[in-house]
């Protein structure tokens, strides 16, 4: 449920008001004084969750990380080096 928040125009409180959308708006002020206005105010939100952030996004500071392209080779073995072991005497 919305909370409106309003103010007097004749003694100048300000009060909020748990109220639903379709709700009528107060008559009187808690002063009983009954020249009110609806105030506009800024909107409650939180934002729950990864991705709202500059720092969730990517890595690196580039958003992309380092992949290695499908066309390259991993470097062979030399040929004077023995990748096999020997068998044990």
């Known amino acids: ?5 309003y103010e007097c125009s ?3 409180a300000r009060f909020e008001e748990w109220q639903r959308v379709g709700d009528p708006q107060p008559v009187t002020c808690p002063n009983g004084h ?7 105010s800024q909107p409650a939100i939180i934002f729950k969750g990864s991705g709202f952030y500059v720092t ?11 992949r290695k ?21």
């Open 1 to 5: 449920m919305p909370i409106y928040e």
């Open 10 to 12: 004749e003694c100048g």
């Open 34 to 40: 009954s020249q009110i206005r609806r105030l506009l």
């Open 56 to 66: 969730d996004h990517g890595r690196n500071g580039g958003g992309k990380s380092p």
């Open 69 to 89: 392209r499908r066309d390259e080779k991993a470097p062979e073995p030399s040929a004077g080096s023995n990748t096999e072991k020997d068998p044990a005497p």
